[in-house]
Each structure stands twice: as structure tokens, then as C-alpha cells.
């Protein structure tokens, strides 16, 4: 009977066992003291189950229980409720913060590298906390809330933690009918593509377009896309959402001049899949559009979560002659070694930097010191976040050939492009963004 009380993987008790033993603990707390109640998961375990394979992926559940159960004392305990979710019953403590230090003590062990099968993995974390009984007395309830709190510790960034608070109720909600709504946009292909320019700073001349995804619902009306992508990737609809936008922008692309290029950014969560170089291909191939004029954006985030297998997924990429371009350099934690291993052949200079040039030596050395790397090592590079006249003549000063921002113009529909393009190609035509003027190649 006692067996069935408990995983037969980890020999954790399991979701039956947690009931129990909470009750019993919940009786014997102390009067003036607390408990919390910690939900956990690993970031990414899917895409390691389907990469390693699925003995890999139990070795590192088992070794996850054991740390977690190795900071775990007193009568508090350590549950597995199913597939990679985790709860922790703490013992009593008498402040908030003591919680706290026990949920910075969780984080750093887990943040550990797992040696596995002579593999090395880093793998992070969230943890959402609630109180027993500040924030409810029922085992159901307790772990609801700690749930919503572990969504908005995911949210918050990674490997942190977050106690519940009563206003998180109603984010939640939110979430879930935004989720509802996306669900269906994705499936009825309503999420748009709208395309901002990157131009040759000194002809002013098109070189190419930046696919920027935008969504509007009836009821929620623009939702801005550092809202929904992410809610895409922890919903897994991410996979279903960039490839719609991709088929849509490659086939808006191939109307373009040949000299033309297409940027579009990648989620980190695609670089685990396998078989994404062959879907991106298939779908440049469904709409016509060459390879070579596509460039595929990364951050260095993507990088990180998992560098042997973004490598080789990256390197397969480049060997179909698409371009990749490093997003947002300078703001994650830049390495060298990204440029000197990786298949890059663009750097694009994050906006935070870019738009603080002139008031700010600090940005500026950044900005010099990113165009004197990539000259050297014979990367393209891009500014993007231009919006000034003086940042445009500073970067062309430097030596920065190519960028973007609104003085430019904003990214716009796919209609607009098209007009924007043929109006161009009268000679001595011209669009105007700001007072600058804007031509195509």
C-alpha cells in the first residue's frame, strides 16, 4: 500500500503521499509559525527528453529530486507530482525571508552542471511559493497558488523565485483567456507580419527587411509581441506560431527585388529541435524564396541554453546558405567565443546602447569597440534603434555601414513594403521617414 504512495522513479512520495504528509504537518505547525509550499520544474526539459532521449532525461529527474531532497530538513519533505513538476513541503520557519534563503539556496544547487552519461547540462529553474496558512489551508489550494506564483517566476526571468500575492489571481486569468485567444489567431493565421528596413547608412538605400511579428484581438486589441511570444513558448504553441510567420514572410519576401534580403528572429526553444533546418527549408521552398537571402536572428540567450546542440543546428543553417545574425549583442553575457565558434555572420547592435551614443561614453565605447570586433573578424554589423540624426551621423563616422529604427521608419504591413518598393524604383523617387530620405536598391 505504502508503495503506491511514492514515485517509482525518484522514490519521492507522489502527489497521494504530498496529501497526507502535508496534512499531518499542517496539524502539528507551531502557533506564530509557517509553512511553505514550493512548486519547481526544469526550464526546457522537453527539448533535453527529445534530444538525449528519454533514459537521459529520467537520469536527470532522479539527480534533480536528489538535490532538491539534499536542502530539505527537518520534518519538511520533497514530492514529485508528475512528468518534471516538483513540490516541497518546508519545514516551519518564522519570516518570509527565511524562505526566501531557502528558495536562493534551491536555485544555486540546481544551477549546477549535471554530469550524466558523460554529458554536461545546465539546466535552470522557477519556483513559486505560497504559505501555509497565510495563503490557504488546503493542499489544492496551496499548490494553485504556488503554481500561478512559479508561471510569474518563470515569467520574471530565469532560475527565480516568487511568493504568491492575491493580485496574481487575476493575471493568471488574463493569461489563460490571452492564451485561449492566440490559440485560435495562430490556427486561423491571424497573427500579421509587418517588416521594418535596414538600410546602407550612407546611400540610405534598402537593403532589406526585418519580419516583426503583430497581433490584434477584438477584445484584448494590440497585444504587444513581448507579451505573446513568450506566452507561445511556455504555451508550446511557438513551434506552430513561427513557422505560420515565417511561410507568410518568405512568401512577401519573394515578391522583393533579388538583392533583397529577409531577416526573421528565432525563439531559443526552436535551436533544440532537430529537424528545424529541414522546416525552415521545406518552407523557403513552399514559398519560393532562396536561402541565401534569408537571415535567421539568435540572442545569446539562445546560445547558452544548450551551446553544443544551438552549434550544430546553427552550422547546418550556414550550410544551406542562410545567414545568421547575433541579436541584441552586448546586453546577455556576450563571449567572444560566440563569434569565434559559432556560424556568425552578422552582429546587431542592441538599441540600448545605439540609442544612448551621444550622452553616454560608456554606450559609445561599446558601440566602437562592437564595430572594431566585427571589421576585424568580418562580420556585418547592424544598429538597430536609430532614431536621431547625429546617433546616424556618429555610426557612420564609425564605420557602421547598415541599420534600422524609426527615423527610418516603423515596421509596416506587407502592402506597404510592396508600394514602398515599386514607388523606388522610379528614378529620383523617394519615401520620407522623419526628414530622411529613404530609397530602395
Not at 529520467?58 to 538535490?67: M, Q
Not at 518546508?90 to 519570516?95: G, L, N, R, V, Y
Not at 504587444?224 to 511570444?229: G, K, L, N
Request: glycine letters at 6%.
Amino acid at each position: 500500500m505504502e508503495l503506491a504512495k511514492h514515485d517509482p522513479l525518484t522514490g519521492l512520495p507522489n502527489r497521494r503521499k504530498f496529501h497526507d504528509n502535508f496534512q499531518c504537518l499542517s496539524r502539528s505547525t507551531s502557533p506564530g509559525k509557517f509553512r511553505a509550499v514550493m512548486m519547481l520544474d526544469i526550464d526546457g526539459f522537453k527539448p533535453i527528453n527529445d534530444v538525449y532521449g528519454h533514459a537521459f532525461g529520467d537520469a536527470l529527474l532522479v539527480a534533480f529530486a536528489e538535490r532538491l531532497d539534499a536542502l530539505i530538513d527537518g520534518d519538511g519533505f520533497v514530492a514529485r507530482l508528475g512528468g518534471d513538476e516538483f513540490a516541497i513541503v518546508s519545514a516551519e520557519f518564522s519570516s518570509k525571508a527565511e524562505v526566501a534563503g531557502l528558495a536562493r539556496r534551491l536555485l544555486l544547487k540546481v544551477q549546477q552542471t549535471f554530469e550524466i552519461d558523460a554529458k554536461s547540462v545546465s539546466i535552470g529553474t522557477g519556483i513559486g511559493i505560497a504559505l501555509f496558512p497565510e495563503d490557504g489551508f488546503s493542499t489544492a489550494e496551496l499548490l494553485r497558488r504556488a503554481d500561478i506564483a512559479l508561471y510569474r517566476a518563470k515569467v520574471s526571468g530565469r532560475s527565480s523565485f516568487r511568493f504568491f500575492e492575491v493580485a496574481m489571481d487575476a493575471s493568471i486569468l488574463h493569461r489563460t483567456l490571452l492564451e485561449q485567444r492566440l490559440r485560435t489567431a495562430i490556427a486561423k493565421n491571424e497573427v500579421e507580419v509587418h517588416y521594418q528596413p535596414i538600410l546602407n547608412l550612407k546611400t540610405r538605400a534598402i537593403t532589406g527587411f526585418e519580419a516583426l511579428a503583430r497581433w490584434k484581438d477584438k477584445d484584448f486589441g494590440q497585444v504587444p509581441p513581448d507579451e505573446f511570444i513568450p506566452l507561445a513558448e511556455d504555451s508550446g504553441l511557438i513551434t506552430d506560431l513561427t513557422f505560420s510567420l515565417l511561410a507568410k514572410a518568405a512568401s512577401t519576401a519573394a515578391r522583393w527585388p533579388d538583392e533583397m534580403t529577409l531577416s526573421f528572429n528565432l525563439s531559443a526553444i526552436l535551436l533544440a529541435d532537430t529537424t528545424l533546418p529541414l522546416k525552415v527549408l521545406r518552407t523557403l521552398n513552399d514559398a519560393r524564396f532562396p536561402p541565401d537571402r534569408l537571415t535567421l536572428e539568435i540572442t545569446e540567450t539562445a546560445i547558452i541554453k544548450n551551446p553544443a546542440l544551438a552549434r550544430h543546428t546553427l552550422e547546418q543553417l550556414s550550410g544551406a546558405r542562410i545567414r545568421i545574425a547575433l541579436d541584441d549583442f552586448g546586453t546577455g553575457h556576450s563571449s567572444l567565443n560566440y563569434l569565434r565558434d559559432f556560424p556568425i555572420h552578422t552582429v546587431k547592435i542592441d538599441k540600448s546602447f545605439t540609442m544612448r551614443m551621444s550622452d553616454s561614453a560608456e554606450c559609445r565605447a561599446i558601440v566602437d569597440a562592437v564595430l572594431v570586433l566585427s571589421k576585424g573578424m568580418g562580420f556585418d554589423t547592424i544598429a538597430e534603434g536609430i532614431e536621431q540624426k547625429d546617433i546616424l551621423d556618429d555610426l557612420n563616422a564609425s564605420g557602421c555601414h547598415l541599420g534600422q529604427g524609426f527615423l527610418f521608419g516603423a515596421a509596416t504591413s506587407a502592402e506597404a513594403v510592396d508600394r514602398l518598393i515599386e514607388e523606388n524604383r522610379t528614378p529620383g523617387a523617394v519615401e520620407y521617414a522623419g526628414d530622411m530620405e529613404v530609397v530602395a536598391n
